[in-house]
Structure formats: structure tokens, C-alpha cells
């Protein structure tokens, strides 16, 4: 059983930066893909960025693109999210999801609890 604990969250200024770390236990890491998801207040849960379990595919959202790098360390069986450039539509719950077989899916199998992200001044 895969589990999942974000970290990292917290309030940042607009045009601040965060990164967010997703870490796993419980299995071998590296097989799953791992996807970054966010729910805004009022808003369904988005996928902003994913990553192959060997790192070697990424993508990510036009919302974010740019401004947000997804990246992991297996040895670590940690996923990261790196958010620059941060704006106050940003602001959301984060969520980190793994599954072996489905890409950037809200289907994905094992998530975490989430963690809040305020951007404001």
C-alpha cells in the first residue's frame, strides 16, 4: 500500500515561490507516476503537473506552465513541486497522486491529504 504526504504549503506573497514536497512509503517508488492536483474554493480538482516514475516524461498545465517545475528523487521517494512566479489564483489545496498505470488522472489510485497554499499580500 503506496501512501503519500505533502509538505510544503503554506502563505506566500504574489510573485513569491514555494516548493512542495510529496513523499511516499510504503513500495517501491520509482514504478509509479506521480501528478500534482489542485482544488481551488468552489472550483473541481485540477491536474497542474506529472512525472514518469523514471522522471524522464513531464508535463503540465498551460495554467502553470512556465512558472511551476515538477521534478523527483527516487532515492529519496520524493516528487517535488517547484512554484515560482506565484499569483493569487494559485491559491488552492495541492494534492500529490500516484498510480502505476494512469497519467495525470484524477482516477489515479493513492493520494495524499493535500497541502493549502495562500497566495496573498
Known amino acids: 500500500q503506496l501512501q503519500l504526504v505533502e509538505s510544503g504549503g503554506g502563505l506566500v506573497q504574489p510573485g513569491g515561490s514555494l516548493t512542495l514536497s510529496c513523499i511516499a512509503s510504503?513500495?517501491?517508488?520509482?514504478?509509479?507516476?506521480v501528478g500534482w492536483f489542485r482544488r481551488a474554493p468552489g472550483k473541481e480538482r485540477e491536474g497542474i503537473s506529472c512525472i514518469k516514475g523514471n522522471g524522464g516524461m513531464t508535463s503540465y498545465a498551460d495554467s502553470v506552465k512556465g512558472r511551476f517545475t515538477i521534478s523527483r528523487d527516487n532515492a529519496k521517494n520524493t516528487v517535488y513541486l517547484r512554484m515560482n512566479s506565484l499569483k493569487p489564483e494559485d491559491t488552492a489545496d495541492y494534492y500529490c497522486?500516484?498510480?502505476?498505470?494512469?497519467?495525470?488522472?484524477?482516477?489515479?489510485?493513492?493520494w495524499g491529504k493535500g497541502t493549502l497554499v495562500n497566495v496573498s499580500s
Open positions: 497522486a500516484a498510480d502505476l498505470g494512469s497519467w495525470c488522472s484524477v482516477a489515479m489510485d493513492y
Open positions: 510504503g513500495v517501491a517508488f520509482n514504478v509509479y507516476q
